[in-house]
């Protein structure tokens, strides 16, 4: 059975830090890993989808890597604002119908 | 508005009382997911419609819960009997089929509070 973890499960910290968060899970046969942005009171915001056969993705100051041997993702900020609080989740597509199971979040406050 | 919408947003009721959530997806997106999140973890996963098929099932969807897509577009989740522990962030999803089905799109979520 597939199960996330991610870790820390809350960090803080100032304005303009570069920070990393992990995301682990048990089962490397997976179809695709994807990074998630929740904001109090809203749904959930795709960041980066990276599909098995890929390593990386990016998106602006956002970079995801994936090492599928090691059943661990790495979501990479760089220069962190006020603005990049929320909660990241990390999810697993699981089959060919892309089932999703998912960690259960890192909350991250940055400071201004 | 071209994305995911549910109604209510915010739903209190009694326990024993029957509930019913809407969700609208993106148009054109034959794909249609139900999720529950309870405070401080991820979504689970309850079910999931191709066009008006339910094709999946979880084993957390009791019979106490149903779920409907009759005409392949929106889609309704009714809870019977409500208990504490159904108290939850429900949140819906809709996607394209095939490879592009990996782009899961959320609408805001419901959140049910059991009294």
């Known amino acids: 059975k597939q199960e996330v973890t991610q870790i820390p499960a809350a960090l803080s910290v100032p304005e303009g830090e570069n920070l990393v968060l992990n995301c682990s899970f048990t089962d490397s046969a997976i179809y695709n890993l994807q990074w998630f942005r929740q904001d109090p009171g809203k749904g959930l915001t795709s960041l980066l989808l990276i599909q098995s056969s890929q390593r990386e993705q990016t998106s602006g100051r956002l970079n995801a890597s994936l090492d599928k041997s090691s059943g661990r993702s790495t979501l990479y900020i760089a220069a962190s604002q006020p603005g990049d609080s929320a909660t990241y989740l990390c999810a697993v597509g699981i089959d060919s119908n892309y089932q999703l199971i998912w960690g259960a979040g890192t909350k991250l406050i940055i400071k201004p | ?115």
């Open chain 2, 1 to 115: 508005d071209t994305g995911v919408s549910q109604d209510p947003r915010h739903k209190i009721t009694k326990r024993g009382q029957n509930v019913t959530f809407r969700c609208d997806p993106i148009s054109e997106h034959n794909r249609l997911y139900w999720y529950r999140q309870t405070l401080g973890q991820g979504p689970e996963f309850l079910t999931y419609f191709q066009n008006e098929a339910q094709l999946e099932k979880s084993r957390l969807l009791s019979d106490r819960f149903s779920a409907e897509r009759p005409k392949g577009s929106f889609s309704t989740l009714e809870i019977q009997r409500t208990e504490q522990g159904d108290s939850a962030m429900y949140l819906c999803a809709s996607s394209l089929p095939g490879l592009a089905a990996m782009a899961q799109y959320f609408g805001p979520g419901t959140r049910l509070l059991v009294l």
